[in-house]
């Protein structure tokens, strides 16, 4: 540590000072954790009552002018708010805020229909055929297509099968349809062109009707002791009379007996040369002796 030189002149000054300001230190440490009193404590009298003012307890009215608090003046300048709700009146709202926007529905334009163009007419014209009505399961049959520009490459076309054709000129025409593709009741198309559809005609159509079938049911057979022959027994479903038959007898005027056997009855249209089979139904008839259909003729054949 460096030694302080007193014969300097500013050294002096320094401790002078630095005496003082430790001095002054303690003065102020003293006053405020000790202080200047004498360390007596003072206490502060409070008024008592008067004997007068216990005796009777009166309360002491105060001064005329007492000193108000600012808390009470300013609660004295308070006044209270009335609200009149009538003579408020709010401006309607711009718009409901419970509605929302819904686009316009736009109306979809309807798909617009190109008129179809006509087609243009077959350069072949087929007028008619004939027959134009037969019946189903009857044999085969000739049929005539008539028109105008058929040519000798033509054929005649039944539901789109080529038929073997006849040529006679250029209005008429022929092919034989077979048995085949009349099995069933139901139009069938007939249209007259050429293999390559270059040339063809406008469709013409042959319906075939379902025959008529025989309205009477087959009952039982009655077989004599002899066997000369069997005798069927059937119903006339119309009017529910009872017929015993022969082979070869007609009955309802156009079904000729042409098979008695235990199964079925068999009977064929006289006019169509169509076969109906019979079968034998269950029932309690016991044939008799009843009237006889139209008998048979010797100069008809049994067979079609």
């Given at each position: 540590?460096?030694?302080?030189?007193?014969?300097?002149?500013?050294?002096?000054?320094?401790?002078?000072?630095?005496?003082?300001?430790?001095?002054?230190?303690?003065?102020?440490?003293?006053?405020?954790?000790?202080?200047?009193?004498?360390?007596?404590?003072?206490?502060?009298?409070?008024?008592?009552?008067?004997?007068?003012?216990?005796?009777?307890?009166?309360?002491?009215?105060?001064?005329?002018?007492?000193?108000?608090?600012?808390?009470?003046?300013?609660?004295?300048?308070?006044?209270?708010?009335?609200?009149?709700?009538?003579?408020?009146?709010?401006?309607?709202?711009?718009?409901?805020?419970?509605?929302?926007?819904?686009?316009?529905?736009?109306?979809?334009?309807?798909?617009?229909?190109?008129?179809p163009?006509?087609?243009?007419?077959?350069?072949?014209?087929?007028?008619?055929?004939?027959?134009?009505?037969?019946?189903?399961?009857?044999g085969?049959?000739?049929?005539?297509?008539?028109?105008?520009?058929?040519?000798?490459?033509?054929?005649?076309?039944?539901?789109?099968?080529?038929?073997?054709?006849?040529?006679?000129?250029?209005?008429?025409?022929?092919?034989?349809?077979?048995?085949?593709?009349?099995?069933?009741?139901?139009?069938?198309?007939?249209?007259?062109?050429?293999?390559?559809?270059?040339?063809?005609?406008?469709?013409?159509?042959?319906?075939?009707?379902?025959?008529?079938?025989?309205?009477?049911s087959?009952?039982?057979?009655?077989?004599?002791?002899?066997?000369?022959?069997?005798?069927a027994?059937?119903?006339?479903?119309?009017?529910?009379?009872?017929?015993?038959?022969?082979?070869?007898?007609?009955?309802?005027?156009?079904?000729?007996?042409?098979?008695?056997?235990?199964?079925?009855?068999?009977?064929?249209?006289?006019?169509?040369?169509i076969?109906?089979?019979?079968?034998?139904?269950?029932?309690?008839?016991?044939?008799?002796?009843?009237?006889?259909?139209?008998?048979?003729v010797?100069?008809?054949?049994?067979?079609?």
């Amino acid at each position: 540590m460096q030694q302080i030189d007193l014969n300097k002149p500013g050294e002096k000054k320094k401790l002078i000072i630095a005496g003082s300001l430790g001095l002054a230190m303690l003065l102020v440490l003293y006053y405020v954790f000790i202080g200047f009193d004498s360390g007596t404590p003072t206490t502060t009298a409070r008024p008592q009552a008067s004997p007068s003012q216990q005796r009777t307890g009166v309360t002491p009215q105060r001064p005329n002018n007492p000193t108000v608090s600012p808390d009470v003046q300013t609660a004295a300048n308070i006044s209270p708010i009335y609200y009149d709700p009538s003579s408020y009146n709010a401006p309607e709202a711009r718009r409901n805020i419970f509605a929302y926007y819904e686009p316009p529905v736009v109306a979809k334009p309807a798909p617009s229909t190109p008129t179809p163009t006509p087609e243009p007419p077959p350069p072949v014209l087929l007028a008619s055929v004939s027959p134009s009505n037969v019946y189903a399961r009857t044999g085969d049959f000739k049929l005539e297509a008539a028109g105008d520009k058929f040519t000798p490459d033509m054929r005649i076309y039944v539901d789109g099968r080529e038929l073997p054709t006849s040529y006679k000129n250029p209005q008429q025409v022929s092919a034989t349809i077979p048995a085949s593709f009349i099995v069933n009741p139901g139009a069938r198309n007939i249209v007259v062109r050429t293999a390559d559809n270059r040339l063809f005609s406008n469709q013409q159509v042959v319906n075939v009707a379902a025959p008529p079938t025989p309205n009477f049911s087959y009952i039982g057979i009655i077989s004599p002791a002899n066997r000369i022959a069997d005798i069927a027994v059937v119903e006339d479903k119309s009017n529910k009379n009872v017929l015993n038959v022969l082979k070869g007898d007609v009955i309802g005027g156009r079904f000729r007996v042409t098979s008695i056997s235990d199964k079925e009855l068999v009977l064929t249209d006289t006019s169509l040369k169509i076969k109906h089979s019979l079968a034998k139904t269950e029932g309690d008839k016991s044939p008799g002796a009843l009237s006889r259909p139209t008998p048979r003729v010797d100069s008809e054949d049994d067979e079609p």
